[in-house]
């Protein structure tokens, strides 16, 4: 086996803010690298006749400098730190002999032995940035670096604070969990999760994503709060807020997007009301994500232009406020959330407003968990046809086009 020499790097951290990064080249690498530049804070002037489209929307919205030409000896007198990034060899050994000759650092893109400095795989997680290299082999750096934002995610690899990140008096988020499958989740809802220090959690939330929290977080079941129909909702905005105003950290934790059927409005109304401070964190929901799943597009191009995300938990009539005939008289995508009870009725009601009675239907039910179960029948057969909660019904062409995953 070869022995390998000993890696001869420091690794550092850069703090960028305010100083001028040389990027010499336009195309996929200085697309990648520039980004993470900007989001440094680095002023970045990019020297090449082309670039790709990114890198030019960048130069137009103004978030970064374009020189549109070949790089001129003297373009990184005023950088810190310089990416040779050009497709030509020869451009970029010019580049990077100049930063050496003024004690700059760079990366040459096409020759990490020729660089001065090398720019390492890097992830960052909740505060927390990880930057890994592997002397001189990126894939390698790479897969360890996934492993390890992958490892921080998943909680494997612990990462607490030992000073308080927040301010002083709490806060709450509303977290859409995403529809049922515990990855589903966002990256920005798993980060709030685990600084959480009460979760208020929903019968739909993914449980996987409440067993990962530590034995110190206060878990809120509101499937468990004393039943009373009308009060239940009340109570759970009251235990928010009260917890938000003792300083602590709340997490509203709900199934889907806490926008779409989950009373999220109301939730954030009673943070508002209370003055306490409340970050809203989109969720994937059921209604899109659950046909998905299921390999049903809620739209195709050249078969529908429209869906329809309708409640079935009133059954068509005067109590329920959606025009069920028109829907009816449409031939968009019609997707229904909780209306396993009242599918008959509302199948009658699509057909009396002149939607086909033979218009396929899927029934997704438990999408993306292990029990997700997919059942097909035509809109006349819905009523009869067996149905579970939780399920999502997709009504419409797409869901006649017998795609199987
Ligand atoms: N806010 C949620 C929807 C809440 S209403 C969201 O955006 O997904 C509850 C209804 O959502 C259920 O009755 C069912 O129709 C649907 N639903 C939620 N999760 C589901 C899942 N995993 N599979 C199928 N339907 C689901």
């Known amino acids: 086996m070869l022995e390998e020499a000993p890696v001869s790097v420091y690794e550092v951290g850069l703090r960028l803010r305010g100083k001028t990064v040389l990027v010499v080249g336009g195309g996929s690498i200085a697309g990648r690298r520039v980004p993470r530049l900007l989001a440094a804070g680095a002023h970045v002037r990019l020297v090449a006749p082309e670039a790709t489209t990114t890198l030019s929307d960048l130069a137009a919205s103004g978030e970064l400098h374009w020189d549109r030409r070949a790089w001129r000896p003297g373009d990184g007198d005023d950088a810190w730190f310089v990416l040779a990034a050009t497709d030509d060899p020869a451009v970029n050994a010019a580049v990077a002999a100049e930063a050496e000759a003024r004690r700059t650092w760079c990366v040459r893109a096409d020759d990490a032995e020729a660089s001065n400095a090398w720019t390492l795989a890097a992830t960052e997680f909740d505060g927390v940035g990880v930057a890994v290299h592997a002397s001189g082999d990126p894939r390698r750096a790479a897969a360890v670096r996934d492993a390890v934002a992958a490892a921080l995610r998943a909680g494997e690899i612990a990462a607490p604070r030992t000073r308080t990140a927040r301010p002083e008096g709490g806060s709450v988020a509303l977290v859409g969990a995403g529809p049922g499958d515990a990855d589903l989740i966002t990256l920005r809802g798993l980060e709030l999760?685990?600084?959480?220090?009460?979760?208020?959690?929903?019968?739909?939330?993914?449980?996987?994503?409440?067993?990962?929290?530590?034995?110190?977080?206060?878990?809120?079941?509101?499937?468990?709060?004393?039943?009373?129909?009308?009060?239940?909702?009340?109570?759970?905005?009251?235990?928010?807020?009260?917890?938000?105003?003792?300083?602590?950290?709340?997490?509203?934790?709900?199934?889907?997007?806490?926008?779409?059927?989950?009373?999220?409005?109301?939730?954030?109304?009673?943070?508002?009301?209370?003055?306490?401070?409340?970050?809203?964190?989109?969720?994937?929901?059921?209604?899109?994500?659950?046909?998905?799943?299921?390999?049903?597009?809620?739209?195709?191009?050249?078969?529908?232009?429209?869906?329809?995300?309708?409640?079935?938990?009133?059954?068509?009539?005067?109590?329920?406020?959606?025009?069920w005939a028109s829907l009816g008289a449409g031939n968009g995508t019609i997707v229904l959330l909780m209306a396993v009870k009242n599918r008959a009725a509302i199948a009658a009601a699509l057909i009396d407003g002149g939607r086909d009675p033979r218009t396929p239907v899927r029934i997704v039910e438990s999408a993306t968990t292990k029990n997700q179960t997919v059942r097909e029948c035509v809109l006349s057969d819905l009523g009869v046809t067996e149905a579970h909660h939780p399920s999502v019904i997709v009504i419409g062409a797409v869901a006649g086009r017998g795609r199987e995953l």
């Open 193 to 323: 999760l685990r600084r959480a220090e009460v979760v208020v959690s929903d019968r739909l939330a993914p449980q996987e994503l409440l067993d990962m929290l530590g034995d110190d977080v206060e878990i809120v079941d509101a499937a468990k709060l004393p039943y009373g129909r009308h009060t239940t909702q009340e109570q759970i905005n009251a235990v928010m807020v009260e917890r938000a105003l003792e300083g602590k950290f709340v997490v509203r934790l709900k199934g889907g997007d806490g926008f779409v059927f989950g009373r999220g409005a109301e939730e954030l109304d009673a943070c508002l009301e209370a003055g306490v401070p409340v970050e809203v964190v989109p969720g994937l929901s059921s209604s899109i994500a659950g046909p998905a799943a299921a390999g049903v597009p809620v739209t195709e191009r050249g078969v529908v232009h429209d869906f329809t995300v309708a409640t079935g938990h009133v059954p068509p009539g005067p109590r329920s406020l959606v025009d």
